[in-house]
């Protein structure tokens, strides 16, 4: 190659790190014809109001009523009344024990939730550990660079 050119080096380390950013949990049922996804609304609005009644509060609690609107949102609704649709909730939050209880409150729905509901089957959903990215600029004055050698 010839004629390549290089620019001057910058003032800063790019840094990309990770962080422990609290936890996270999903679950889903799927509800059947008829009236599925009247009946995935009202199991969520059960399953919220169960969450407010115990005083639990997360940091976001979100729901996607998969066959429905899950990818395109208000775009794909139509005024086909789906066969079936599967509710999926997520919440996240610092703390883990609220993560935990909502695992547990996702599993009565089944029998005391609106009717026609299956795909339970693999059982409560596990809290997960979040990890969150970090992407910074650091000035190079601030980092005193040094190398380490380790044998094994």
Request: aromatic residues 8%; contains cysteine.
């Amino acid at each position: 190659m010839f004629g390549v050119k290089g620019k001057p080096a910058t003032d800063s380390y790019k840094v990309s790190a990770s962080y422990r950013d609290g936890y996270t949990c999903v679950g889903s049922l799927t509800y059947a014809w008829p009236d599925a996804l009247e009946k995935a609304r009202a199991a969520d609005e059960i399953l919220r109001t169960r969450l407010r009644d115990l005083g639990l509060a997360f940091e976001e609690i979100r729901t996607e009523y998969v066959g429905f609107n899950s990818c395109h949102g208000r775009l794909s609704e139509s005024a086909d009344p789906p066969q079936e649709v599967m509710l999926r909730v997520g919440v996240r939050g610092r703390d883990r024990a609220p993560i935990e209880r909502f695992a547990l409150e996702l599993a009565p729905l089944v029998l005391t939730g609106p009717p026609s509901v299956t795909g339970f089957a693999g059982g409560r959903p596990k809290p997960s550990e979040v990890i969150a990215f970090w992407p910074a600029l650091i000035p190079k004055s601030a980092v005193q660079p040094t190398v380490t050698m380790m044998e094994s």
